[in-house]
Nanobody
Framework: QVQLVESGGGSVQAGGSVRLSCAAS????????MGWFRQAPGKEREFVAAISWSGGTAYADSVKGRFTISRDNAKNTVYLEMNSLKPEDTAVYYC?????????????????WGQGTQVTVSS
């Protein structure tokens, strides 16, 4: 059974940084794209970033230049380094995974999801 467990969320002031981690277990995640999505209250879930097994990445325009996604394949872990945070980055952040080659931004194309971790950015 695939399990994704996020950690690292919390509260931070605008301009600060947070690093999220997502530990995957249950199978070998070779050829799996790992992604991060977020959902703010009253809003739809939106794409943040994704990374392929080989390291190819994709980012939402709203986070380009501020967020960095990376992965450690030996540890089956994906990270999201978030810098220059803004109040509008406040959301529950979800880790996702799916067996494919190319990172995509469509949330419905990901089969596996974590439980989410809250990130709150205050002004």
């Amino acid at each position: 059974q695939v399990q994704l467990v996020e950690s690292g969320g919390g509260s931070v002031q605008a301009g600060g940084s947070v690093r999220l981690s997502c530990a995957a277990s249950g199978r070998t995640f070779s050829n799996y794209v790992m992604g991060w999505f977020r959902q703010a209250p009253g809003k739809e879930r939106e794409f943040v970033a994704a990374i392929s097994w080989s390291g190819g990445t994709a980012y939402a325009d709203s986070v380009k230049g501020r967020f960095t996604i990376s992965r450690d394949n030996a540890k089956n872990t994906v990270y999201l380094e978030m810098n220059s945070l803004k109040p509008e980055d406040t959301a529950v952040y979800y880790c996702s995974a799916d067996r494919k080659q190319i990172p995509t931004s469509v949330w419905s194309s990901y089969a596996y999801w974590g439980q989410g971790t809250q990130v709150t950015v205050s002004s």
